[in-house]
């Protein structure tokens, strides 16, 4: 029984150094394996290596037997490539919910994927810019929560903080305790938002999740239908509403028509999508029909752009806009 033991663990162990020491520019040799092992405290002979190499490829890893830049093996393919350690990381990093603190321990466990001498680069090519992280610490166990509530099809009681500034620039923070239905979550501009419906009015609310300090799941409370607070009959569509929504702004999804610059035709493809409707064009300018929740958002995205972009309808949307740029003008006013 032990030797069988230590035969189980050996093989353990040697998924475990393949996986931390070596790569394509530092393959280990059987000997260089034995020592490692015995510094375990597991005890190998060369033979015994390659055998246990062999059960580690029939259990599906890509173990390389490779004679450059010296002779020995490692682990090729692993679950995720160091690009895709670095997407996963830039996206962790540039989270302005996830804390200075989790963003860190996050970061150490996408490291663990990659090989010793692979973390170095990867470390060299890790900033944490902590001016614009939460120092919420608890946002995991509110976005559990939250999902639980999710797919539960419960209402939430939610502890809510906002900062407000008062009179001699004296900043305080203002708490709201609210009853909501939540219907998804949605990662949007930086933030993560709950999407839901407070009981009091006919619209969808977002709530940026950082912010919320306590989430009260109410087990025997369903949520109210989505039909009645929005466009979806069924079920709340995230996919389609994150297209919609302008700015963390919700608002009355419209078709709009837009004259725009044709320099501006990539920004509009990446928002709408490649099957554009265009209904009209000249030598400088194009003309789309899109759908958009016409809020608040909406209306300074629009007017971003300055000259280059117009609405042309519907009429209020473009009187909206009109009446913004004239009351942004007038504080500008000599």
């Known amino acids: ?92 990093q540039s989270a302005s919910f996830i804390s200075q603190a989790n963003s860190r321990k996050l970061i150490s466990k996408l490291e663990k994927n990659l090989s010793i001498y692979q973390r170095e680069d990867f470390r060299k090519q890790v900033y944490i810019d902590q001016r614009n992280k ?3 610490d608890a946002i995991y166990y509110r976005i559990n929560e939250l999902a639980e509530a999710i797919d539960r099809k419960c209402r939430v009681k939610v502890t809510y903080e906002r900062r407000r500034l008062e009179e001699g620039s004296a900043v305080r923070n203002e708490i709201r305790i609210m009853t909501v239905s939540p219907y998804a979550m949605i990662w949007l501009n930086d933030h993560y938002y709950l999407i839901c419906n407070n009981a009091k009015y006919d619209n969808l609310l977002h709530l940026r999740i950082e912010r919320i300090k306590r989430v009260d799941i109410l087990e025997h409370e369903p949520v109210r239908p989505v039909s009645e607070v929005s ?9 389609d509403y994150s297209a919609k929504i ?11 028509e837009l004259r725009c610059a044709h320099e501006l035709y990539d920004t509009i493809a990446d928002l709408f999508g490649n099957k554009l409707a265009i209904i009209d064009a000249d030598d400088d300018t194009f003309t789309v029909r899109v759908e958009a929740a016409t809020s608040e958002g909406f209306i300074g995205w629009v007017l971003k752009f300055g000259t280059k972009m117009q609405v042309v309808s519907p009429h209020h949307v473009r009187e909206a806009v009109r009446e913004t740029a004239e009351a942004v003008a007038k504080q500008y006013a000599l």
Do not use: W
């Not at 302008?246 to 709009?256: D, K, Y």
């Open 246 to 256: 302008f700015e963390g702004f919700s608002g009355t999804v419209e078709v709009v």
């Open 1 to 92: 029984m032990p030797g069988r033991a230590d035969s189980k663990l050996k093989t353990l162990y040697l998924m475990d150094i393949l996986r931390e020491q070596t790569d394509e520019d530092h393959p280990m040799s059987a000997a260089d394996i034995c020592k490692e092992l015995d510094d375990r405290g597991v005890g190998a002979e060369r033979k015994s290596i390659y055998a246990n190499l062999e059960v580690l490829r029939q259990y599906n890893l890509d173990i390389v037997k490779t004679s450059t830049p010296k002779k020995g093996f490692f682990l090729g393919d692993r679950e995720f490539e160091p690009v895709e350690l670095r997407l996963i990381a830039d996206a962790v």
């Open 231 to 239: 466009e979806y009959r069924d079920k709340f569509d995230t996919a």
């Open 134 to 136: 939460t120092d919420n």
